[in-house]
Nanobody
Framework: DVQLQASGGGEVQAGGSLRLSCELS????????IGWFRQAPGKEREGVSC????????YYADSVKGRFTIARDNAKNTMYLQMNDLKPEDSAVYYC????????????????WGQGTQVTVSS
């Protein structure tokens, strides 16, 4: 079975940092696009950052450019989202996702999802 297990969320003050991790299992990680998405209360889930397989240039939402960094460690079957200079508007449940194509960073593109991890940024 394909499984994604996210961790690393928590509560932090504005300006602080968090690193989210997501361990993937049940498929050949190297061949899959990866993505981080988030959903705030009352809002739709949105793409934060995605990285297509074998590509070096990730996609970042405008709201996180220069602050967030996506990374993957194929040897560990793990993906990461380093979040720096966090703002209250970054508060949301963050989800990791994977897809064998991942042609864009939208929720309808990705087939496999983790359970979500809460990030809360206080002002």
């Amino acid at each position: 079975d394909v499984q994604l297990q996210a961790s690393g969320g928590g509560e932090v003050q504005a300006g602080g940092s968090l690193r989210l991790s997501c361990e993937l299992s049940g498929f050949y990680f190297d061949d899959y696009a990866i993505g981080w998405f988030r959903q705030a209360p009352g809002k739709e889930r949105e793409g934060v950052s995605c990285l297509r397989r074998r590509e070096l240039t990730p996609y970042y939402a405008d709201s996180v450019k220069g602050r967030f960094t996506i990374a993957r460690d194929n040897a560990k079957n793990t993906m990461y989202l380093q979040m720096n200079d966090l703002k209250p508007e970054d508060s949301a449940v963050y989800y990791c996702a994977a897809d064998n194509l991942g042609y864009d960073c939208s929720t309808i593109t990705y087939d496999y999802w983790g359970q979500g991890t809460q990030v809360t940024v206080s002002s």
